[in-house]
């Protein structure tokens, strides 16, 4: 089990002190907001060029103008519109030392993209699936390895990826469950990445952030009628983090020298998760590292 000398009061800026990341360009999706943008701020701070792929362009201007030191580039993505992906992938030129996978909905009332999928799987999985396929010539040409971060949930452990009904159509739609297959895909995606691109340099791995306060996640938890007591305001039975603690193990995984080489694997807090137990709201579920069905799902999402 790999640790760190962090944990999880540790907040991005304390994990990348003292990180030199002068030289590597980065990408980092959902920039704008939350989780994201505390990604934004401590690679920006470390010194790399950083390139925020956001939906909301305006938004993601706002946040750069935030930024202390090299200002962050901001470019439109909107995940669920494979064409967007795509238009992204065809403006990128060079090489990307860093992508990190961070954008995300959750519990979303039933909702299907154009294509028939799944809103939640959409763009929590198959949408950062499209885009780090479409880099990873991009990626391989980083000079010293590319790392592929993924950020998952501890929600994964509410659901694996269903093969059999991954649109949820043979079944009543439940927002957990497409959040947490979704969050299991995003998990899925690093183990398989790691395998089949290890030979181009490129390390690829998973985090659940925590559970953190001042982002625009829970924004669909009004528009549900199962969401846990946990997201009442005011609950106490979790244990909340900041954004800039919530981004920790993100930047971890991008820019530290502590897990140079590291890949396929899930972090929380700091360092590589434990298996996860029943009844606590933490650790890796045994199926989102299941190499089958890494291999499985990417198959299908390509
Ligand atoms: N907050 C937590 O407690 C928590 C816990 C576990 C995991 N996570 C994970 O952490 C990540 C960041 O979440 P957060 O808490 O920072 O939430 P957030 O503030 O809502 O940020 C999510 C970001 O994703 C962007 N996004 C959503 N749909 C998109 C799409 N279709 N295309 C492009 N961008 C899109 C949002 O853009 P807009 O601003 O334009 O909507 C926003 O910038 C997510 O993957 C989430 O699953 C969060």
């Not at 494979?82 to 519990?107: E, K, R």
């Not at 991008?254 to 929380?268: D, I, K, N, Q, W």
């Not at 190499?291 to 198959?299: F, G, K």
């Amino acid at each position: 089990m790999i640790t760190t000398p962090f944990g999880a009061t540790s907040t991005a800026a304390e994990v990348l002190s003292g990180v030199d990341l002068t030289g590597r360009r980065a990408v980092v999706t959902g920039g704008s907001s939350g989780i994201g943008a505390a990604t934004v701020r401590a690679l920006a701070g470390a010194g790399a060029e950083v390139t925020m792929a956001v939906r909301d362009v305006a938004a993601g201007a706002r946040v750069a103008a935030t930024v202390a030191g090299r200002r962050p580039a901001v470019a439109p993505l909107e995940l669920a519109d494979p064409a967007s992906v795509a238009a992204f992938v065809a403006a990128w030129s060079g090489p990307l030392d860093i992508l990190v996978n961070n954008a995300g909905i959750m519990a979303t009332p039933l909702t299907r993209t154009a294509r028939g999928w799944e809103l939640q799987f959409a763009t929590n999985h198959l949408g950062h699936f499209a885009l780090a396929v479409g880099l990873r010539a991009a990626l391989a040409a980083a000079s010293g390895g590319a790392r592929i971060v993924s950020v998952s949930s501890v929600g994964h452990v509410n659901a694996g990826v269903d093969f059999a009904d991954i649109n949820l159509l043979r079944r009543p739609y439940d927002p957990w469950v497409a959040y947490g297959q979704s969050k299991t895909a995003n998990i899925l995606f690093a183990v398989e990445a790691a395998r089949r691109w290890a030979a181009d340099g490129i390390t690829a791995n998973a985090l659940n952030p925590g559970r953190i306060t001042g982002t625009n996640l829970s924004r669909h938890i009004g528009e549900i009628s199962n969401a846990p007591a946990s997201f009442e305001p005011g609950s106490t039975d979790v244990s909340w983090k900041d954004v800039e603690q919530g981004a920790a193990t993100s930047v971890l995984l991008a820019g530290s020298p502590l897990v140079a080489g590291v890949t396929g694997r899930y972090f929380e807090d700091c360092a590589e998760a434990a298996p996860h137990r029943p009844g606590v709201r933490r650790g890796v579920a045994a199926y989102a590292l299941d190499p089958e069905a890494a291999s499985r799902l990417w198959e299908l999402s390509a």
